[in-house]
């Protein structure tokens, strides 16, 4: 299959240097930082309603946030509960449950769940039977499909299961798995307290295939204490070896203010920024050399993956998990801190176990957080999911469907690009912005150009560097 020229890329590292800075991932647009406590659950009610009339009722995408873990990762940034207990899960999976129950009063029956996501904290720190329940709750509550056709996944990690976990996952309706891998080298694992061996991993990817699963993705991290360029090199190779249809190479944020795990790391063992471009580049090379497609924000794909189909196609979108093909459907997130859309909306959960069971116990929706999206927030979000998903824009389009102007209501945004178009990173051609290979390692600073929030106050101190 050819690969489309949107779908290439370039490294340049002086280009990279020049445009070192801090912003957002954009899983969405505005960004959880512009979230405020004023939109709550009865607004939340009001607007999922809504959803189930007008001209085109969306189908629904679920997400469940289980945050479990037995041993903490320094590097997380992740909500999470670190505990041996398995028995915290039990009370937590009952307001699971109710929160399943209430959110399903909101949505019509009829409404088909074509997309499914378990992510954590380790969704397998579950037991067979609670994860088989947790699956029965909600197929008795929403109208899951029967067909595997939809996309249903799940985040593991190889050391919380095995082949009998795979069959049992596969058999409840699973069919695409995410594994968490992060580094292969045994030293970098100590260092940031993952053991995890080669034999683990391909055990659990080797039985996923045998029992049917569609997609493997795999979860690397670079930039972690005591990484080069040659020992990440093997990793990479002992990765394309196993055959993966897809990758997600994370750039580690060591923000330790922030995530207080983080503080048992050793800043001094962090690879120096040059070792980390370096690290990068070898991952990219090695990756195209193998024949992968650079999808954007980490994430690499076989050409026939349905990521680099859908990318092809402009049916691509991003949301609170990563890149997607279901953006036709309405995300409703459920567990502590879980982050949905509905609507022309963003909702999350409350943060802590203590507040997500008072409030669940109460009869109410944990929902403590939000934001209505206005005209403006939608235009541009429109723009700059165009730009991480496509690489591309035609603002013709963006005309057409918000009824403006392009060049005098984004006169300052032009003004910012014209000088990024002077540094090579896209080309505004006519009615065309083009991502150039060599912008797409820099799509966030693009996509940042658009942002209201940050233009109208710098707040870039809140994310991370964008490599």
């Not at 579950?126 to 899951?144: P, Y």
């Not at 919380?160 to 694992?189: C, H, K």
């Not at 690397?220 to 204490?225: F, H, M, N, V």
């Not at 949301?319 to 459907?329: A, E, L, M, P």
């Amino acid at each position: 299959m050819v690969k489309s020229r949107l779908q290439s890329l370039e490294f340049d590292e002086a280009l990279i240097r020049r445009y070192d800075q801090s912003g957002p991932r954009y899983t969405s647009y505005p960004t959880a930082v512009q979230f405020h406590e004023s939109f709550g659950a009865d607004t939340y009610r009001d607007r999922a309603r809504a959803t189930n009339s007008g001209d085109t009722v969306r189908p629904l995408s679920l997400y469940f946030h289980i945050p479990f873990c037995d041993t903490v990762c320094f590097y997380c940034a992740c909500n999470k509960v670190v505990t041996k207990n398995r028995k915290r899960a039990i009370p937590y999976l009952a307001h699971l449950h109710q929160e399943i129950a209430a959110q399903s009063e909101l949505f019509d029956r009829n409404r088909s769940v074509d997309q499914l996501h378990w992510g954590g904290g380790t969704p397998t720190f579950l037991s067979h039977a609670q994860m088989i329940d947790v699956m029965r709750v909600t197929g008795d509550h929403f109208r899951l499909r029967n067909d595997d056709q939809g996309e249903y996944s799940i985040e593991v990690d190889p050391r919380e299961a095995d082949a009998e976990t795979m069959a049992l996952l596969r058999e409840i309706g699973f069919n695409r798995l995410s594994l968490g891998v992060q580094d292969f080298e045994p030293d970098v694992q100590k260092a940031v307290n993952r053991i995890q061996t080669e034999a683990q991993t391909l055990e659990v990817m080797d039985a996923a295939r045998r029992v049917g699963f569609k997609s493997v993705n795999v979860d690397l991290i670079y930039g972690l204490p005591r990484q080069n360029r040659e020992t990440f090199a093997h990793t990479i190779d002992r990765v394309i070896d196993t055959d993966p249809d897809r990758l997600s190479i994370f750039n580690y944020a060591h923000l330790p203010d922030r995530f207080k795990t983080q503080r048992q790391i050793n800043a001094a063992e962090i690879p120096a920024p040059s070792e980390k471009l370096a690290i990068l580049r070898l991952t990219i090379e090695r990756l195209t050399d193998a024949g992968y497609l650079y999808i954007g924000m980490d994430h690499f794909a076989k050409p026939d993956d349905e990521l680099a189909i859908a990318q092809r196609e402009r049916k691509l979108y991003r949301n609170f998990q990563g890149y997607s093909t279901h953006s036709d459907c309405d995300l409703i997130a459920m567990g502590v801190t879980g982050i949905g859309s509905v609507g022309n909306t963003y909702s999350q959960n409350v943060r802590t176990l203590d507040e997500y069971y008072a409030i669940l116990d109460d009869g109410e929706l944990p929902v403590f957080r939000g934001i209505e999206l206005n005209e403006d927030d939608l235009l541009r979000r429109y723009v700059i999911s165009e730009l991480i998903c496509h690489f591309s824009l035609d603002t013709r389009d963006a005309e057409i469907r918000f009824d403006i102007e392009f060049e005098s209501y984004f006169a300052p945004e032009i003004e910012a690009l014209q000088k990024m178009e002077a540094d090579g990173l896209l080309a505004l051609n006519g009615r065309h912005i083009e991502v150039s290979p060599k912008g797409r390692l820099l799509i966030r600073n693009i996509c940042m150009a658009f942002d209201h929030y940050l233009n109208k106050k710098d707040e870039t101190h809140t994310f991370s560097k964008v490599i």
